[in-house]
């Protein structure tokens, strides 16, 4: 008799032992789902692809057939980039995307997750390539890219309808040049959030939607493409003043070791935030570094002055030219503003 209450007594410790283990695990689930759904969402519409890079002591000229000394194959496009870097320095990010249905579009899916991007909206298309960017890049670190969209020309009006909550909701919103832009204008028309532009590659007939950019993101190049005249640093503070002019609200034009100069609308007057000198491993990415930090800064830090936010952004870009690769070059784990960052009116 004894031995069968021992018996129950035991059975019922574990029946209880499980429950607890059970609710632990719920309770631990949904610590996680609320910590996750309270921090700022940072959503990317943009592109994914897969990088194929050659690296050899330059690049080659025109016709010109040089011997490399490495090629590695690793995870790209804008939209990605910029969401993984945001994921890395600890963001809530999103990534709505179209893969292709090949073995690259499967793994590059996991990839994201194993980054700890939300990857619900990010689609493998059906009887589609994904995107790929063949880079070559030079020992000085300078870099040649060509890009084949392949499903990212996919992503439509559609998927944007389909994310409509997400993107409405979304504290930031991050766009990008290498998706068909309609898509790109029709979720910056809904956003109603900070919605930020990297018009990168180069557009023309882009100025519809500047007027629903919270901040406008381009480099020297790409500056130059938009005003129409060579900009540098001598010159920044008149190509700020036109970029304001299209209605962006704040304009940020990045200058690779030379930091990054901005104005907004509310104060016109361009300001230049420096950044430290370093010697460049491989500048792949960098600008999508600096957009993710940025980002991610943006909504992590509202207090802060912007000067200091784009000079956190100018130190990630700064970190990852330091190593080789794009997405494996962003830092984890980073500690942003143990440190001022110094930076002069123009």
Same mark, same amino acid.
């Given at each position: 008799?004894? /031995?069968?209450?021992?018996?129950?007594?035991?059975?019922?410790?574990?029946?209880? !032992?499980?429950?607890?283990?059970?609710?632990?695990?719920?309770?631990?689930?949904?610590?996680?789902?609320?910590?996750?759904?309270?921090?700022?969402?940072?959503?990317?519409?943009?592109?994914?692809?897969?990088?194929?890079?050659?690296?050899?002591?330059?690049?080659?000229?025109?016709?010109?057939? !040089?011997?490399?000394?490495?090629?590695?194959?690793?995870?790209?496009?804008?939209? @990605?980039?910029?969401?993984?870097?945001?994921?890395?320095?600890?963001?809530?990010?999103?990534?709505?995307?179209?893969?292709?249905?090949?073995?690259?579009?499967?793994?590059?899916?996991?990839? !994201?997750?194993?980054?700890?991007?939300?990857?619900?909206?990010?689609?493998?298309?059906?009887?589609?390539?994904?995107?790929?960017?063949?880079?070559?890049?030079? /020992?000085?670190?300078?870099?040649?890219?060509?890009?084949?969209?392949?499903?990212?020309?996919?992503?439509?009006?559609?998927?944007?309808?389909?994310?409509?909550?997400?993107?409405?909701?979304?504290?930031?919103?991050?766009?990008? %040049?290498?998706?068909?832009?309609?898509?790109?204008?029709? @979720?910056?028309?809904?956003?109603?959030?900070?919605?930020? !532009?990297?018009?990168?590659?180069?557009?023309?007939?882009?100025?519809?939607?500047?007027?629903?950019?919270?901040? %406008?993101?381009?480099?020297?190049?790409?500056?130059?493409?938009?005003?129409?005249?060579?900009?540098?640093?001598?010159?920044?503070?008149?190509?700020?003043?036109?970029?304001?002019?299209?209605?962006?609200? #704040?304009?940020?034009?990045?200058?690779?070791?030379?930091?990054?100069?901005?104005?907004?609308?509310?104060?016109?007057?361009?300001?230049?935030?420096?950044?430290?000198?370093?010697?460049?491993?491989?500048?792949?990415?960098?600008?999508?570094?600096?957009?993710?930090?940025?980002?991610?800064?943006?909504?992590?830090?509202? #207090?802060?002055?912007?000067?200091?936010?784009?000079? @956190?952004?100018?130190?990630?870009?700064?970190?990852?030219? #330091?190593?080789?690769?794009?997405?494996?070059?962003?830092?984890?784990?980073?500690?942003?503003? @143990?440190? /001022?960052?110094?930076?002069?009116?123009?």
């Amino acid at each position: 008799m004894s /031995e069968q209450i021992m018996c129950n007594s035991y059975n019922s410790s574990l029946s209880h !032992l499980a429950i607890n283990v059970r609710f632990c695990t719920i309770l631990n689930y949904f610590i996680v789902k609320m910590t996750s759904e309270s921090k700022p969402k940072i959503v990317v519409i943009g592109s994914c692809s897969v990088d194929f890079t050659t690296y050899a002591p330059r690049l080659p000229s025109p016709g010109e057939t !040089l011997h490399g000394t490495k090629f590695v194959t690793s995870y790209g496009g804008k939209g @990605a980039n910029q969401c993984v870097a945001a994921a890395k320095l600890g963001g809530n990010a999103h990534m709505i995307c179209k893969l292709g249905d090949d073995q690259w579009g499967k793994k590059y899916k996991e990839h !994201l997750k194993e980054c700890g991007v939300n990857v619900t909206y990010s689609h493998n298309a059906a009887n589609s390539m994904t995107g790929i960017a063949q880079i070559s890049v030079a /020992e000085n670190g300078e870099n040649q890219i060509v890009i084949v969209p392949g499903a990212n020309k996919l992503l439509s009006k559609s998927d944007v309808q389909e994310a409509l909550v997400l993107i409405k909701n979304a504290d930031i919103l991050i766009g990008q %040049l290498e998706i068909p832009y309609e898509t790109t204008l029709e @979720a910056f028309k809904l956003n109603k959030g900070l919605r930020l !532009l990297n018009a990168a590659p180069a557009m023309q007939d882009i100025h519809e939607i500047f007027p629903y950019c919270s901040i %406008l993101c381009v480099n020297e190049s790409e500056a130059s493409y938009l005003t129409n005249n060579s900009v540098t640093l001598s010159n920044a503070a008149h190509a700020l003043l036109r970029l304001l002019d299209t209605g962006c609200e #704040t304009v940020v034009i990045t200058l690779g070791e030379k930091g990054a100069v901005y104005a907004t609308k509310y104060d016109r007057k361009g300001i230049h935030v420096l950044t430290r000198s370093v010697k460049p491993v491989d500048t792949t990415g960098a600008g999508d570094a600096f957009v993710g930090a940025l980002a991610t800064f943006l909504v992590k830090y509202k #207090t802060l002055p912007l000067h200091q936010i784009i000079g @956190a952004a100018c130190e990630v870009a700064t970190i990852s030219v #330091t190593r080789e690769g794009t997405q494996t070059s962003y830092p984890t784990d980073y500690k942003p503003f @143990a440190k /001022e960052y110094e930076y002069i009116s123009l």
